[in-house]
């Protein structure tokens, strides 16, 4: 009788899942980022903001303190933004911190979730920014290997590139010339970059990474992106600066 049952159970469930199948197919992807504001909150569960409070009680104290003060807003974007300008030179100025001297820095647009607003900057803000685990990595690469990696740079539209780097690209991503230290690549030089891990094992478009040879790859917690982030604002704080960042011209669009 058990097994007459189950027999069934499984029947039933065999037919409702063939009644969900559907003929339809995704035609397309699209994504945007969405602001959640004090507007969603309207109708906020009085039990669950009960019950999470302690709990947001701690973060906010752990996240509330400030580090330093942006000069300006500072957004990610492309082909270059104030941004991805900053976190690119902080991985060449996070260099002397680990005994290299890299000749220009690499860092994923896709890597920043956030923009820093003109202000206060507390260490929520910086985790905002760079919320993954990824590391500061150094890596070289011979200089045909660089220029290949600044064509993939193009053809995504622009990445965050150190101020070493200057690019023209036509409207259609194409490389049109690339200088590194005001200098044509050398494809018979070898360049040591400073990157992100992730980004230095060819992920995220830039594939000419998987040549990448000599690899210093940082492991602890101290080496983790935000905290060169922190270690930055913190330094400019401890010489009484503000953080700034300008758009200056290293990736241009052919017009």
């Not at 820093?116 to 200089?143: H, M, W």
Request: proline share 4%; aromatic share 8%.
């Amino acid at each position: 009788m058990m097994k007459k049952k189950w027999m069934t159970l499984l029947t039933v469930l065999m037919m409702a899942v063939s009644a969900c199948t559907t003929h339809y197919q995704v035609s397309g992807v699209n994504r945007t980022r969405l602001l959640v504001d004090k507007a969603y909150d309207v109708g906020m569960d009085e039990d669950l903001a009960s019950f999470m409070a302690p709990f947001m009680s701690k973060v906010d104290s752990l996240m509330s303190p400030v580090v330093g003060r942006a000069a300006m807003p500072l957004e990610p974007f492309r082909p270059e933004s104030p941004l991805s300008n900053l976190m690119a030179d902080i991985l060449v100025w996070s260099g002397s911190y680990y005994h290299e001297k890299p000749d220009f820095g690499v860092y994923n647009i896709g890597g920043m979730r956030a923009s820093l607003a003109k202000g206060d900057i507390t260490i929520g803000d910086v985790f905002d920014v760079a919320p993954f685990e990824n590391k500061v990595c150094f890596v070289s690469l011979s200089g045909e290997h660089v220029a290949e990696l600044l064509r993939q740079i193009a053809a995504r539209g622009g990445e965050g590139v150190s101020k070493e780097v200057r690019m023209m690209i036509t409207k259609d991503r194409k490389l049109k010339y690339a200088t590194i230290g005001g200098q044509e690549v050398d494809p018979a030089r070898k360049y040591r970059i400073a990157t992100v891990d992730y980004v230095s094992h060819g992920n995220d478009g830039m594939a000419a990474f998987k040549n990448a040879t000599d690899r210093n790859d940082l492991t602890t917690d101290d080496d983790l992106t935000r905290m060169a982030l922190m270690r930055y604002i913190k330094e400019c704080t401890a010489k009484g600066k503000l953080v700034e960042s300008y758009v200056d011209g290293r990736i241009k669009v052919e017009e």
